[in-house]
């Protein structure tokens, strides 16, 4: 029976590499929302200033615009805010990634020694499988030559 005597060091580096994955689809999912968040807010922007050119045609004062232009510049503020915010998540996000590339590197690496153990043992199993049909032929002659 074919032992691989790194194996528990393999299954740690399987449960370490599954961990970093989950760790980078974490700020992977995080910061598709802050890109969801932006485009909510170009979304709303759009309908804000559609809804102004509509009352332009029917009220000729200029509070509504007034009105409109903090609230475009709130929403530009909270877009720049997220949008530094995203920068920080690609830092972090890059850093993960590597994580986790470093991790199934050395995941991959054991799991290769193992493919090459066992290929060893085949090997070696055949060899002595070889030598004892060998010697059952062997002995079988000399049995029947007698």
């Given at each position: ?9 393999l299954e ?19 910061r598709?929302?802050?890109?969801g ?8 922007l ?8 509509a009352?332009?045609?029917t ?10 232009g903090?609230y ?16 920080e ?5 890059e ?9 199934k ?7 290769i ?8 043992y ?8 070889r030598?004892?049909m ?5 002995n ?7």
């Amino acid at each position: 029976m074919f032992i691989f005597r790194l194996q528990s060091v393999l299954e740690v580096r399987e449960r370490l590499a599954r961990l970093r994955q989950k760790e980078f689809s974490d700020v992977l999912a995080i910061r598709q929302g802050m890109e969801g968040q932006i485009e909510q807010h170009r979304g709303d922007l759009s309908r804000a200033a559609q809804y102004i050119d509509a009352i332009k045609r029917t009220s000729p004062t200029a509070y509504p615009m007034e009105l409109f232009g903090h609230y475009r510049e709130r929403i530009e503020g909270e877009i720049a805010l997220v949008s530094e915010q995203m920068r920080e998540q690609d830092q972090e996000l890059e850093s993960k990634r590597s994580s986790l590339v470093e991790g199934k590197r050395a995941q991959r690496t054991l799991e290769i020694l193992r493919e090459k153990a066992r290929i060893r043992y085949d090997r070696e199993q055949s060899r002595r499988e070889r030598v004892t049909m060998d010697e059952v032929a062997s002995n079988y002659y000399v049995l029947r030559h007698r």
